[in-house]
């Protein structure tokens, strides 16, 4: 597969879009100073008559036309997904730090006529890499100080919901050694609104906090309990209405992040603020019975069909069939140990869904580079379908998931579809970036039965009942 190296991903993907300018001027200027605003006149025939008074104000208000307003383009905008590796080598060429971060950009085009969408997530971007970068400069610090000391860490963005009206992603920071129990987490997460690119808070969504917090309170404790005393053999030792009153604070201070789902309102607790591992939990728009949690904007706005993504660490609660009772469901990539070199390798996919749990290895001898993991909802049922690269092999496979199962569906050569080398300068250590599924019906991939990319071609696909893949339209 085309496996690039990036150093400076793009610092900016988009370039300014000139508005249409006012029609008055007639020589295509587009500017819109007044002073540019400001018509030739033309010598004018001796026998017209002057204009004056009122005609002349007239006149002049027909020329002064207003420039049109650009609409936002209605549907999905088509999103790219960057992925980026950081290391620090060590003598014995071993990476002594290693950091792997994610995120979403508009493509060139959909930028082009979603500025306003674009710039926040070039700043969605931009927070994040600050992150990466202050985490980095700690990182060489600290194995300055300390040779045997080496860092995993990685800020992995994940899309929640893409529709015509909102978008929303968490991205996951993962820290790897930090704590010999658990891999340390935190969350940052944002929402949009795709026309106008305002971002969404909290109190646009939530109509009554309080209740919120109370059925948030509810379904965290109760894991949080489960979870202590099943993995620590240890009670949870704070009461229910300090439980809230943290989320509460947490809430305020931004360490409790959440995401406007195509279903509800997911919130990401952080490891080592109620218990030493993440906790999630999702109040359904089915779960305001009374119609007083969500603002009506919000709730009215639930989706049948979505594709989105879930976390590594915290994974989600889904309701898979539309039984209105969730699973909870997490993927992430699984990793061996090669004794002969002292190293683990990406060896296959691990998937959970409520009580029942598989791990599916690689073909190719000595695993992988990286999955995309999506789950897609349509006509009642959830299928997770990835895509995966095995050393210039691709393969796209399906799962059914239901409540405690998970049952194998189909598999194809292919892959999710590249953006064009001639828009994204891509070098250094990173990936060229692939277009996000966002249309459960139409997801852009590359498909073929050659080893070099020139073999493959650019194709939609559509999974259908049972997992079932169909290539336009084609079975």
């Known amino acids: 597969m085309k496996r690039r190296s990036v150093e ?30 400001t018509a030739v006149a033309s010598e004018q025939n001796e026998t017209e008559p002057e204009k004056t008074g009122s005609a002349m104000e007239e006149a002049e208000a027909d020329d002064e036309v207003e420039p049109e307003k650009e609409e936002t383009p209605k549907g999905v905008p088509d999103l790219l997904l960057f992925r980026e590796n950081a290391f620090e080598w060590r003598e014995d060429n071993t990476p002594a730090i290693k950091h792997k971060f994610t995120y979403l950009m508009l493509d060139g085009e959909s930028a082009k006529s979603n500025r306003e969408l674009a710039a926040s ?46 978008l929303s992603f968490v991205t996951e920071f993962s820290s790897e050694g930090m704590y010999d129990d658990v891999v340390y987490t935190e969350y940052t997460a944002h929402s949009y609104r795709i026309d106008g690119g305002k971002e969404i808070t909290f109190s646009d969504v939530i109509a009554d906090e309080d209740a919120f917090l109370d059925l948030m309170t509810d379904k965290m404790y109760e894991s949080v309990g489960s979870k202590l005393k099943e993995y620590y053999s240890v009670e949870f030792d704070t009461d229910k209405e300090t439980f809230k009153k943290d989320l509460k604070s947490y809430m305020s201070s931004g360490e409790l992040a959440w995401t406007l789902d195509p279903f509800g309102v997911t919130c990401y607790l952080p490891a080592y603020k109620a218990a030493p591992f993440a906790e999630t939990a999702t109040i359904l728009f089915s779960d305001d019975g009374n119609n007083t949690i969500f603002n009506d904007e919000f709730k009215s706005s639930a989706r049948e069909e979505y594709v989105m993504q879930i976390p590594d660490y915290v994974g989600s609660y889904i309701d898979v069939n539309d039984s209105g009772v969730s699973s909870y469901v997490r993927a992430s990539e699984s990793y061996d140990y090669n004794a002969e070199n002292d190293n683990f390798y990406l060896s296959g996919l691990y998937v959970s869904c409520t009580g029942d749990w598989k791990s599916f290895p690689t073909t190719m001898s000595g695993g992988t580079d990286f999955y995309n993991i999506f789950l897609l909802h349509k006509d009642g049922e959830t299928v997770l379908f990835e895509s995966h690269d095995e050393y210039d092999q691709s393969f796209i496979n399906t799962y059914v998931l239901a409540r ?20 994204y300068d891509i070098n250094g250590e990173g990936y060229t970036p692939v277009y996000v599924p966002t249309d459960p019906s139409k997801i852009r991939v590359l498909t073929g039965e050659g080893e070099f990319a020139g073999d493959w071609s650019p ?17």
Request: proline share 1%; aromatic share 6%; hydrophobic share 35%.
């Open 8 to 37: 400076v991903i793009i610092s900016c993907l988009m370039c300014a879009v000139i508005l249409a300018g006012c029609g008055g001027s007639g020589n295509g200027d587009n500017s819109d100073k007044p002073e540019d605003k």
């Open 121 to 166: 997530l070039e700043n969605a971007r931009d927070e994040m890499l600050s992150k990466q970068k202050e985490a980095w400069n700690n990182d060489l610090k600290s194995i300055g100080e300390n040779e045997l000391i080496s860092f995993d860490e990685s800020w992995k963005v994940y899309l929640r919901r893409a529709d015509d009206d909102y």
């Open 404 to 423: 405690h199962e998970i049952a194998e569906a189909d598999s194809i050569r292919g892959c999710l579809e590249w953006a064009s080398e001639k828009d």
């Open 459 to 475: 194709a939609v696909l559509n999974i259908g009942i049972k997992g079932k893949i169909e290539i336009d339209g084609q079975k």
